[in-house]
């Protein structure tokens, strides 16, 4: 029988199945390309991947207690980030390889959680994602989840069929 830890992990996992079904979709089209829709600008795919990211090192390493990784263009892409401008922007593979890197890490960090490090604090500093690590981890899933919804409107945005 799986622990807690080892379903949220297989969750995050799944999640990102999704995460990486959307990029791949948009792989053949300027992952900078911006959109404007009733005068507001949307994330790039670029941004969105390095925000995730950025996002999870910070969640699901750095405030569960796991291997926290520190990267140059970190700051950029996290909560209120505006990205670098295009000509400072790593190469796409690198950030890709960033991204995959740390949810690799984050998946084994997070399936090895023993169950009372779940009810350990959320040392994130933001109430709303709730009080325990528990918390962190559900919230990395749904934030993971709310950004992939937004690669699938990136698509249909470049005309790219997703179902």
């Not at 799986?2 to 992952?31: C, G, I, S």
């Not at 090192?57 to 209120?80: D, T, V």
């Not at 401008?85 to 593979?93: E, H, S, T, V, Y």
């Not at 918390?135 to 945005?157: F, M, N, P, Y």
């Amino acid at each position: 029988m799986p622990t807690e830890a080892q379903v949220l992990a297989h969750t995050m996992d799944r999640t990102r199945q999704y995460t990486v079904f959307y990029l791949n979709k948009l792989k053949d089209q300027d992952p900078h390309r911006r959109f404007l829709c009733e005068g507001k600008e949307l994330n790039t795919a670029y941004w969105l991947m390095a925000h995730i990211a950025v996002t999870q090192n910070g969640l699901l390493l750095m405030a569960c207690g796991g291997p926290f990784e520190k990267f140059s263009w970190a700051k950029h892409y996290g909560r209120g980030g505006a990205g670098l401008p295009l000509d400072q922007c790593p190469p796409w593979d690198e950030v890709y390889a960033t991204f995959q890197r740390i949810h690799s890490t984050a998946v084994a960090h997070v399936a090895s959680l023993p169950d009372m490090a779940l009810e350990g604090p959320n040392l994130t500093g933001i109430p709303l994602i709730g009080t325990t690590v528990r918390d962190v981890i559900i919230h990395a899933i749904r934030h993971e989840g709310l950004h992939t919804g937004h690669l699938s409107w990136l698509c249909k945005l470049h005309g790219i069929s997703t179902m």
